[in-house]
């Protein structure tokens, strides 16, 4: 196995690494003033939609977890179904927002698309439920094979790299900002990356997590198109200082849509876990806030609740 961002242990970014050490870690959290998530939770878990004739139906499940239901195959992006994010099932973030689909609804999934191994993105509890329900495809990064022994069929890309899934759908692997750590001695030991999953007529993209870099999304447009739906993080990014190299903020995210070309987009990674320093819904006024101060058209960029979703037709 070679990559030319992997240099035999650990794989690296385009402009390569600046990751934050413990001492940087304690400044945050001694110098944090976070913004209270308040109010309850009054989220509500609804039923997969019904789809109908040749569209696509997108739904909001969560955090960074989406159903993509097509004629030709129904896929999930970084599922977690959990009540804690973390390595123990009383470790870690607790859900803010109830899974947007209910479980039992779920159609039968063709794939998942699993972008890296941070533990709000790579459930194990829910993953092991995937396999035992569907063994569908896991389209991941490399790697991460070893986190998927419940599967049967992983197939792991490097960045650029496609995967057919059927005559009608492909899976393409594109590059990320970020990195991977499931325990302190693993730091980016497995890859990590975005996908574009093309289905006939239409290409959806899915950024997985992400920070900004000023030439990657215009080098995915180059080499792949632009995308008819983009999926772009906005949230878990103060303090700045701090989140800045992985997490883009709703700016960023803005930016990402008009690199890509993307003709419209759907924020995520907002508002299920809390990770940061910023408000629940802070990235979707700043989100709007954005697209107002650069007279976009805001049905161009939107935030949905979990449960929500939009349809693309034409397939």
Known sequence: MFSYHYDGKRFFNHRGEHRHGL?????????????????????????????????????????????????YGNFL?????????????????????????????????????????????????????????????????????????????????????TTQINEQVSITLVPAQHWGRRFPWDTNTRLWGGFYLTVAKRVIYFAGDSGYHETLFKIIKQKLGSPDLALLPIGAYEPRWFMKEAHMNPSEAVQVHHDLGSKKSIGMHWGTFRLTDEGRYDPCRELDR???????????????????GISLSGV
């Open 77 to 161: 992006t970084d599922p977690v179904y959990s009540d804690r994010v973390g390595p123990t099932s009383w470790l870690g973030p607790k859900r803010y927002a109830k899974p947007g689909v209910t479980w039992e609804s779920l159609p039968h999934i063709t794939a998942v698309l699993l972008s890296h191994d941070h533990y709000d993105h790579c459930d194990s509890r829910t993953l092991r439920s995937i396999a035992s329900r569907w063994n569908p495809v896991v389209a991941t990064p490399l790697k991460m094979k070893g986190l998927l022994k419940k599967f049967s069929l992983v197939t792991e890309l490097d960045w650029w790299q």
């Open 23 to 71: 001492a940087d870690v304690l400044k945050w959290k001694f110098s944090s003033k976070p913004t209270p998530w308040l109010g309850e939770n009054t989220s509500k878990s609804v039923n997969a939609p019904l789809r109908l004739g040749n569209t696509i139906e997108v739904s909001f499940i969560g955090h960074s977890s989406f159903l993509i239901q097509t004629p």
């Open 290 to 308: 954005i697209m107002q101060e650069k007279m976009l058209p805001p049905d161009a960029f939107i935030t949905l609740e979990p449960g929500l």
